[in-house]
Structures are given as structure tokens and as C-alpha cells.
């Protein structure tokens, strides 16, 4: 029995001596280790041998970077005004064994580090520096809090400043002005949109008077070219018609010319035709009365005497000149021949088409606006005399015979060289003076 007590106090020795003799330590994490209390070495993560009953750990260091938030801190202002400012410290330690026997508590050391150095600081600046200078208070609070941490073992990463709270007194007065700054600036936003939209609307209104002008102006011309082009047509057909009118007269008058060549017409026939137009001339409202000279038929006798010669039967009878061919006027056929053109001008008809087309919606209407001026403030080309048309056969007169008169029989004279005798009218000018 006493045996087994001894096996047992033996063993229990032995396991007691294994467990004191082995250190495991954790990542991230360093311990201390004094020998008979004095600081033999630092243990690294991993597993580390002891001697039993003589080497112990004296304390277990974090080494991953720490945050500590210490409380509200009262920090009276150059201005004399006390702010609370609430702090935040990243710090790491770097040495173990500094941590462990420079300082006491490095956190509680930290903190009122951290508190005076801010005193300092904020002391030196005003309220409103204060509020807006937070970047160059953390870099100056860093500064000299890791110069001073440094112989600790430890480096501080960064300082910040939670908040920075003013009395409630300056609260008030800080929203009244941000309040009024605010009010300001809405203003100042408010005035600065009324005026872009004035100008705005009033650049609008100015494109679009310029535009509506431009239209004006470009309706106007195409008017203007359109009645000027409608009016030289106009006037080139009335001339056309007025000169084919003359030319009809012509031809009447020259049948009729020619008519009365061909019968040798007696005084009697002439006082005939007189006496059946005084009615036609005395059909007038300002004719009322018409009287007949006594000496008419001396008159009509002196006039046969003077323009006739007498025949066989002793009656004066009109005796027509020898006929003179009429001038050849190639120079004037040339320019008239251009006035009864009908072809249409191809850039007037293109200008038709586009309206036209307008018209009927085939295109679009600026398509349209930009072909008819580019067609009407193109010159016309020059259009070339027409095609001269085959002249018909002349017909050939009958040979004169001998006529009796009054002063005997007259000797035969060749008859006049008379015109085509067609009943329809030629577009040819007349050829006769």
C-alpha cells in the first residue's frame, strides 16, 4: 500500500514537472518570461520550454494593432469657449518587454498622453479653426504621440477625433448662421437659375425671330422671283399674241388687197361699198346726222381719173403698180422665232414638281423649299429659234387678158407675183412692206 502511494506521488511529480515545462503560445500574441523574477526572454508564438519551479510568465502581450476610444474630453478654445472632443487611438506594440517594465499601464498612459497633447493643440487655435482644422490636429496628436510612445514600446497608427461638440449656447448661433448661409445660397441658386432661363428663353426667342425672318425672307424672294418669272411669261405670250393677231390682219388685209387688185373695181363699185358703210359709221352715239355732198360723184370721178386709166368703153378702171417682191427679213425672222417658243424652262418645271410633290406629300417640305429657289435663281438656258416649217407651193395667178376702157384697149401687163394664198395663217412674219 505504501508502495502504491509512492508510485503514484511519483507520477503525479512527473506530470506536474511536464505541464510546468511546456509554454504554448498563441499567433499574434508574445509573453514575458522571468526567471526567479528577473527577465530572461520573450516567447514567441509557437511552443516554448520552461524550467520548471524557477522560469514563469510574467505577462501575455497582444501584438495586432489596437483601437481604444477614450471619453469625451472638455478643451478649452483660444477663444475661450469649451469644446468636448471625443478621441480615437490605433496603436500597436512593438516591444513586449518595453511595454512590460518602461510603464505601468501603456493604455491608461495612452489615454492621458492623448488628452494632454490635445489641450495643447486646441489651445492654440479657435472655435472655428477647431471645427474645420480636424486633418492637422490628428497629424500633430500622431506626431508627438509616437515620439512619446516610442521609448513604451509602442507605435501609434493613427489619432481621430470623433466629434468636436460645442456649448449649446454656440450650437444655437452655428445653426442660426448655417441657417442664414443656407438661405443665402438658395438665393444666390434661385437668382442665378432665373437669370440662365432668361437667358435661355431669350436666346430661344431670338433663334427663332431670326428663323421665322430667314423664312419670311426666302417666301418673300420666291414670290417675288415667281411673279417676276409669271410676268415676263405673261408678257412674252401677250407679245406672241399681239404680233400673230397683226400677222392675221395682215393676211386679211392683204386678201383683201389682193381681191380687189384682181377685179379692178369701177368708181360706181366704190361709191357702192361707200354708201353700205355710212350706216355702219353712223351707228355711233355721238353720230346723229349724216349729209352727202352734191359733188360725190365729181369726187369719186376726179379719183378714178387719177388712179385708173380708161378703156375701150370709155370707163376709168383702177390699175394696180407693178408688184415688188417684198425685202428678205432673215434677221428679224431669227429674233422673232424665239418669242413662240411653248417648251417649258426645265428648271421652272423641276421648281413645279417640287411643289407638286409638296403638294401631295411625296417629300418632305425643305427638300422641296431648297429645289424650287436652286431652280429659279438658275439663269434660263437660251432657247434656239424653232424648226423652220416647209413653205407651200405659191399658187399661180391667170394671165391678164386686155381690158376695155375708156381710152381703148389697154396692153396686157404681167400679173403681180402674189403670196402663198393658203387660208391658214403662217407662223412665219410677213414678208411684204
Request: glycine share 6%; proline share 9%.
Amino acid at each position: 500500500m505504501t508502495i502504491l502511494i509512492i508510485v503514484a506521488v511519483v507520477v503525479l511529480f512527473v506530470l506536474t514537472v511536464v505541464v510546468k515545462s511546456i509554454l504554448v503560445i498563441p499567433q499574434a500574441q508574445s509573453a514575458v518570461i522571468e526567471r526567479l523574477g528577473r527577465f530572461r526572454s520573450v516567447a514567441e508564438p509557437g511552443l516554448n520550454f520552461l524550467v520548471p519551479f524557477l522560469d514563469r510568465v510574467r505577462a501575455r502581450i497582444d501584438r495586432r494593432e489596437q483601437v481604444v476610444s477614450f471619453p469625451p474630453q472638455p478643451v478649452i478654445t483660444q477663444d475661450n469657449l469649451t469644446v468636448s472632443i471625443d478621441t480615437v487611438v490605433y496603436f500597436q506594440v512593438t516591444n513586449p518587454r518595453d511595454a512590460v517594465y518602461e510603464i505601468s499601464d501603456y493604455i491608461v498612459g495612452v489615454e492621458q498622453l492623448t488628452t494632454t497633447t490635445l489641450r495643447n493643440v486646441v489651445g492654440g487655435m479657435s472655435l472655428e479653426e477647431t471645427l474645420t482644422s480636424r486633418d492637422s490636429i490628428n497629424g500633430q496628436l500622431r506626431g508627438v504621440l509616437d515620439e512619446a510612445t516610442g521609448r513604451w514600446g509602442i507605435r501609434v497608427a493613427r489619432v481621430e477625433l470623433k466629434a468636436i461638440d460645442p456649448p449649446p449656447s454656440i450650437q444655437d448661433s452655428m445653426e442660426k448662421q448655417m441657417r442664414a448661409d443656407r438661405e443665402k445660397r438658395a438665393m444666390i441658386l434661385t437668382a442665378e437659375g432665373t437669370r440662365e432661363a432668361a437667358i435661355k428663353t431669350a436666346e430661344g426667342q431670338k433663334q427663332s425671330q431670326i428663323l421665322s425672318a430667314e423664312g419670311a425672307k426666302q417666301a418673300a424672294i420666291l414670290a417675288s422671283e415667281g411673279e417676276r418669272q409669271s410676268r415676263i411669261l405673261r408678257a412674252q405670250g401677250e407679245r406672241a399674241a399681239r404680233y400673230l393677231q397683226a400677222q392675221g390682219q395682215a393676211k386679211a388685209i392683204e386678201k383683201v388687197f389682193d381681191a380687189i387688185k384682181a377685179g379692178k373695181p369701177t368708181p360706181e363699185v366704190l361709191a357702192y361699198q361707200y354708201l353700205q358703210t355710212l350706216p355702219q359709221m353712223a351707228q355711233g352715239d355721238a353720230n346723229k346726222v349724216w349729209m352727202i355732198p352734191n359733188d360725190f360723184g365729181k369726187a369719186l370721178e376726179g379719183f378714178a381719173k387719177a388712179l385708173g386709166a380708161p378703156a375701150d368703153d370709155g370707163v376709168f378702171r383702177y390699175e394696180p403698180p407693178a408688184y415688188e417682191p417684198p425685202q428678205n427679213r432673215d434677221d428679224d425672222e431669227e429674233e422673232i422665232a424665239s418669242w413662240f417658243d411653248t417648251s417649258t424652262d426645265p428648271k421652272v418645271a423641276e421648281a413645279v414638281r417640287a411643289a407638286e410633290a409638296v403638294a401631295r406629300q411625296e417629300v418632305p417640305s425643305p427638300l422641296a423649299k431648297a429645289a424650287a429657289p436652286a431652280a429659279l435663281s438658275r439663269p434660263p438656258l437660251p432657247v434656239g429659234p424653232p424648226e423652220p416649217e416647209p413653205e407651200l407651193p405659191t399658187a399661180v395667178a391667170p394671165a391678164y387678158e386686155p381690158t376695155q376702157g375708156m381710152g381703148g384697149t389697154s396692153p396686157a401687163m404681167p400679173p403681180p407675183a402674189r403670196p402663198n394664198e393658203s387660208t391658214e395663217l403662217s407662223d412665219e412674219p410677213p414678208r411684204y412692206q
